[in-house]
């Protein structure tokens, strides 16, 4: 069992502004992943990818890359679905040369046909992963568990495409789950459900609004300690499962909510090694 815990971004306490030196500051915490935000753009030159990369090989620090926010790939304008894919393939180029190992992406909204928004992801997930496969990268795809009933993104959805489409991968976030379920999550019910080597998840508290029974909206990420879902029985289900899980902090604050899981993964048992 391995668990990397890291913030979504560069650390709020890190003194210097770019990435590689974000990579440097979790290392210098004790952390051991990081997630490149590219939430609003794309702003790394592939050189700059290749350097940190290096950066991070040499600190053992475990990359991901969260995909611009403005994707949706099922999209009835065909230059919105275009630009989408653009964005998410210019993401997986860019996280192969740091040897990422996953780029994250909201994949899309629900149109008039559910059921036709469904299949244009899955058709995309197809052309993206036959891209991958050409250039030969070493990276997944990873569709993420959303947090609002427009969005495609139940976690049955993410398993029934990455079944089908190689190199696609369920990436989890639990805040989004919960949020979606109204204020609800089973744990154990969610591992029964996924069946990994390897788990890669986003973690944060969260407010929510119901919108009937069972169901909800997310309204917005807040620190751990004010809003659920419960860290601790979810760190103490990767416990008893033994799982390799790496789990970046979408929190406010960040890094100090991932030293807060660690310190929970601490008392109950486990020892980092960075």
């Not at 149109?111 to 993206?128: P, R, T, V, W």
């Not at 919960?178 to 069946?195: D, H, Q, S």
Request: with cysteine.
């Amino acid at each position: 069992m391995k668990i990397r815990l890291g913030p979504a971004g560069i650390p709020i306490s890190c003194k210097g502004g770019s990435s590689i030196e974000g990579v440097r500051c979790v290392a210098d915490l004790g952390l051991s992943a990081m997630e490149v935000a590219f939430t609003h753009g794309i702003y790394m030159s592939l050189q700059a990818a290749k350097e940190m990369g290096k950066v991070a090989k040499d600190l053992d620090i475990e990359l991901s890359i969260h995909a611009p926010y403005y994707i949706n790939l099922a999209s009835e304008k065909p230059k919105v679905v275009k630009d989408s894919k653009k964005r998410i393939i210019d993401s997986l180029e860019r996280g192969n040369l740091m040897n990422a190992t996953v780029v994250v992406a909201h994949a899309g909204y629900y149109g008039k046909d559910k059921e036709n928004s469904k299949k244009m992801i899955l058709e995309a997930c197809k052309e993206i992963s036959n891209i991958i496969e050409s250039k030969n990268w070493n990276i997944k795809f990873g569709l993420e568990t959303m947090g609002k009933q427009k969005s495609f993104g139940t976690l049955e959805e993410i398993i029934e495409i990455s079944k089908k489409v190689k190199n696609i991968i369920p990436y989890l976030d639990l805040a989004h789950i919960y949020a979606r379920n109204g204020g609800k999550i089973n744990y154990k019910e969610v591992f029964n459900k996924l069946k990994l080597k390897k788990y890669h998840s986003h973690f944060s508290g969260i407010k929510y609004s119901l919108v009937g029974i069972g169901k909800g909206n997310e309204k917005n990420h807040v620190p751990l300690r004010e809003g659920g879902p419960d860290f601790k029985r979810f760190a103490k289900e990767i416990m008893k499962r033994k799982k390799d899980i790496t789990i970046i902090s979408e929190s406010p604050i960040l890094e100090q909510d991932s030293l807060l899981m660690k310190k929970v993964f601490e008392n109950l048992g486990y020892k980092f090694t960075i």
